[in-house]
């Protein structure tokens, strides 16, 4: 039922730019970790960066230096910078977040997903 949403994807140039970002509904109270992972068609979900509260930040080898990562803790949501894309990058990107929200059972802490957005890397 509760779904953090992402945008920004779509088509780009290798050697490009693109900026997702992620968005939590207004009935998450608070969010740990936030995270961005990515799926390319026929390979296992692979974690591209996730990002603490704190503001620790570990990147996939495959895309340090390149992507950067941010989030606003006040508005609940997180940004990834991606440039000098390379076709390799062509995924579907999903966010995440450990989640704090109430429902029948009480107010306890969730992972959330995102339903992802394309990110297609082509000349």
């Known amino acids: 039922q509760v779904q953090l949403v992402e945008s920004g994807g779509g088509l780009a140039q290798p050697g490009g730019s693109l900026r997702l970002s992620c968005t939590a509904p207004a009935m998450i109270l608070s969010i740990n970790t936030m995270a961005w992972y990515r799926q390319a068609p026929g390979k296992a979900r692979e974690l591209v960066a996730p990002?603490?509260?704190?503001?620790?930040?570990n990147y996939a080898d495959s895309v340090s230096g390149r992507f950067t990562m941010s989030r606003d803790n006040v508005k609940k949501t997180t940004d990834l910078q991606m440039n000098s894309l390379k076709p390799e990058d062509t995924a579907v990107y999903y966010c995440?977040?450990?989640?704090?929200?109430?429902?029948?059972?009480?107010?306890?802490?969730?992972?959330?997903w995102g339903k992802g957005t394309l990110v297609t890397v082509s000349s």
């Open positions: 995440y977040a450990e989640a704090l929200y109430s429902d029948s059972e009480g107010v306890k802490w969730r992972e959330v």
């Open positions: 990002l603490s509260r704190a503001g620790t930040i």
